[in-house]
């Protein structure tokens, strides 16, 4: 694999490459078709994944800090990556697999995280304006103060979630699990809660609280 190439971005036929632990800082990897490849423990900060086809590849315990992933990861396991201020606005990270990721103020705008897994991670502050998350996991997933404004958690698992003084106005957040979850003075106007499970949550200082 000339390593060389890659950076300068002109070798873009990678599918099904063994890129593991490869330094690849930087790399101008745009449109690059990277489908199945491995590039588990690769280090991709700051690197430009523009349209690249990351679909079905192995990108486990990569650094992707400040990288654009504004990219086709549909099912890309990103399972405990590093992708803290990374640009993912738009991208379709359909079943892809967050578990123990690094998301600190990651960019997830108008992303399509349908069917995700995002089991236990820390959204915090993190900006999900728009995004798709129905039928995505976020059990025990930390997102107090992300801005949910307008995104669609149709379906989603939300139990044991901390949403604590996220904006969730005008949401979907019909037909989700969010038993035990923390809305502690969220925005909830305008949002859509039909047939949520909201069975041990805590709501107050939300709409929801009758006690206000």
Do not use: P, W, Y
Request: hydrophobic share 45%; with cysteine; glycine share 10%.
């Amino acid at each position: 694999m000339n390593i060389k190439e890659i950076h300068a971005g002109t070798l873009k036929q990678l599918a099904g490459a063994d890129l593991q632990d490869e330094d690849l800082s930087g790399a101008d990897l745009t449109r690059a078709n990277l489908a199945g490849a491995n590039l588990t423990g690769a280090v991709l900060t700051d690197a430009r994944l523009s349209s690249a086809r990351l679909d079905g590849a192995n990108l486990m315990g990569c650094d992707l800090s400040r990288a654009d992933l504004r990219a086709n990861c549909l099912g890309t396991n990103l399972m405990q990556s590093n992708l803290s201020e990374a640009d993912l606005r738009g991208s379709n990270l359909r079943g892809a697999n967050l578990m123990q990721a690094n998301l600190r103020r990651a960019v997830f705008t108008g992303a399509f995280l349908s069917g995700a897994n995002l089991i236990g991670v820390n959204l915090s502050g993190v900006d999900l304006r728009g995004a798709d998350l129905r039928g995505a996991n976020l059990s025990n997933a930390n997102l107090q103060n992300a801005n949910l404004r307008q995104a669609n958690l149709q379906g989603a698992v939300l139990t044991e979630v901390n949403l604590e003084e996220a904006d969730l106005r005008e949401a979907n957040l019909a037909g989700t699990n969010a038993a035990g979850a923390n809305f502690l003075c969220a925005e909830l106007e305008n949002a859509n809660l039909e047939g949520a499970n909201l069975s041990g949550a805590c709501v107050r200082g939300t709409l929801l609280d009758t006690n206000g």
